[in-house]
T-cell receptor, first 113, second 111 residues
Framework: SAVISQKPSRDICQRGTSLTIQCQVD?????MFWYRQQPGQSLTLIAT?????????ESGFVIDKFPISRPNLTFSTLTVSNMSPEDSSIYLC??????????FGQGTRLTVV | QKEVEQNSGPLSVPEGAIASLNCTYS??????FFWYRQYSGKSPELIMS????GDKEDGRFTAQLNKASQYVSLLIRDSQPSDSATYLC???????????FGKGTRLHILP
């Protein structure tokens, strides 16, 4: 399986600021996704990162709040914009081939104060 | 109805016994099913994938799939304390290659 490098691994941010999380895969994948995992909860899909075009967002998530880029097959970024304490969570990057398993980056633990 | 449902637990199992984890899903056209293990503070890691009806065994782990009943299970034989974790059932809904996760079952193996 591919290896995903995600950074930063953690950050503490002031409310109202933005944080960009980077995700690099060591081999080409068909799909890349961003998930959020709030404390004690399961993974919630934020969006599908589409290469060279706008991401596809799930219900409850919007581009203005979570802009996503994927300039090539192996790299994607997620920005958490205008942060509030409610955005404190773990953010996970994921990659997969078509109909194969998903694998994950190490996650970014975000705390907004 | 939630798309992927699991009992949140905690499920407590004595060391050496069989742990049985269950999952149901809502979309009949789903084709790919996965079990992930997640330790506290870590990312999910894949344990098993299963694509066709029946059983699939890998070491101490057996995944079972029944598409007619829309049911997936994971059996862990000879449970070890290191198996204590949250187990996530995940389903490829066959829509846009998205994988949807259940809420996870917390498993405690009692020494």
């Amino acid at each position: 399986s591919a290896v995903i490098s995600q950074k930063p691994s953690r950050d503490i941010c002031q409310r109202g600021t933005s944080l960009t999380i980077q995700c690099q895969v060591d081999s080409q994948v068909t799909m890349m996704f961003w998930y959020r995992q709030q404390p004690g909860q399961s993974l919630t899909l934020i969006a599908t990162a589409n290469q060279g075009s706008e991401a596809t967002y799930e219900s409850g998530f919007v581009i203005d709040k979570f802009p996503i880029s994927r300039p090539n097959l192996t790299f994607s970024t997620l920005t958490v914009s205008n942060m509030s304490p409610e955005d404190s969570s773990i953010y996970l990057c994921s990659g997969r081939g078509q109909h194969t398993e998903a694998f994950f980056g190490q996650g970014t633990r975000l705390t907004v104060v | 109805q939630k798309e992927v449902e699991q009992n949140s637990g905690p499920l407590s199992v004595p060391e050496g016994a069989i742990a049985s984890l269950n999952c149901t899903y809502s979309d009949r056209v789903s084709q790919s099913f996965f079990w992930y293990r997640q330790y506290s503070g870590k990312s999910p890691e894949l344990i098993m994938s299963i694509y066709s009806n029946g059983d699939k065994e890998d070491g101490r782990f057996t995944a079972q799939l029944n598409k007619a009943s829309q049911y997936v299970s994971l059996l862990i034989r000879d449970s070890q304390p290191s198996d204590s974790a949250t187990y996530l059932c995940a389903v490829d809904m066959n829509r846009d290659d998205k994988i949807i996760f259940g809420k996870g079952t917390r498993l405690h193996i009692l020494p």
